[in-house]
């Protein structure tokens, strides 16, 4: 096999993530030697940069490509069979790939390729070239469709934005430059090496600024689509919660939970973008909503997810509500939910405040 080749299969081996996951497995490189093994081959400085470059667009931009990295993929983390998660995730990408090509039509010269992951945390990765997995763990842990989607969202903001490439670059052109990339060309290790770098950037996590991005464009594609705009800040919520609860230990990787000021401050972010959104009448702070500075509700623990979680999803559909002109019109209470114009605001649990109360207060303040 050629040198180019094996590189290239050095590439696609080490995936190239943009992984939640905080504890990445060990990726092996596959194959002894790479440059080194090519016979009399020494590439140094900017000829391997722009081999690099070459190789990895290649990977990143054709069929051929994605359907490699696709089945390294599925056949590392093995593809889950239920035909209920398949189902729910197929859903979910074809209601989502509309509202990504609503604002970057990009998507649809490649549209993604995804599986259920047959992984029990709470996960989910983008990797290049448009390949996409979602752990089934993912399915179990979280309490809604509208969550899922926003986490799957949040990946393919990653894949729009080609941040896992971008970080990938980076780290290989710098280690190119400190030489240590080029010192492995004669030890034959550069498939290692990449394979390093590769797992190393799937902390790309660590880049605040491209979580920020994908965060928002979360929040981009699913105003798109019919789901709940605060699912994004609510998930966040939700990891807060799970950081400090008693299941820590357990929980994944997603999003870094265990990082609690971060998935706080990602949380208030995507709050401040719905406070925005809603052309700044609607908030929630500590499981509060308000509308114009005055209290609506405290959302009460119910459908497995705490307050402060609903409160989230109470500030999306008002957020929404508001941007498309709905409060022009009288909140009413239609079969059980509070409802402002036609678009729906709360459907009130048990210890919540009734929805007649609720509407008539909304209609105060609104
Ligand atoms: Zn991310």
Redesign the pocket.
Known sequence: MCWKKKLLSAVTAAMFC?S?TVNVPTVQASGSGLIGSVAGTLLKGAAMRSEVRKIVKEVNNTPQGQAAIYQKLSEKYGVDESPENKELLDKIMSTLTKGVAAVDPTINNMPYKYFVAAQDDLNAACAMAHVMMVNRGTFKALPNEDEIAAIVG??MG?GQKNHGVKSLEKQVNNQITSGLLGAALGGGMLSSKIADIAVTHTSA?KDKK??SE?DSLSMDYLVNTPYNIGATAAVMQRFVEMSIGKESSKLTAF?RPSDHPDSARRRDACAKKLFEYSGKHAQAKDGVVTVNKKTFMKPVAAENMSGAERSYFVLGNLARAYHDGQNKNEATVKNGSVMLGNQIIVTPADGDEDAQVLADRLNEIK
Request: proline letters at 0%; zero cysteines.
């Open positions: 943009v939640l949040h990946e990653h996590h491209f979580e994908a999003f």
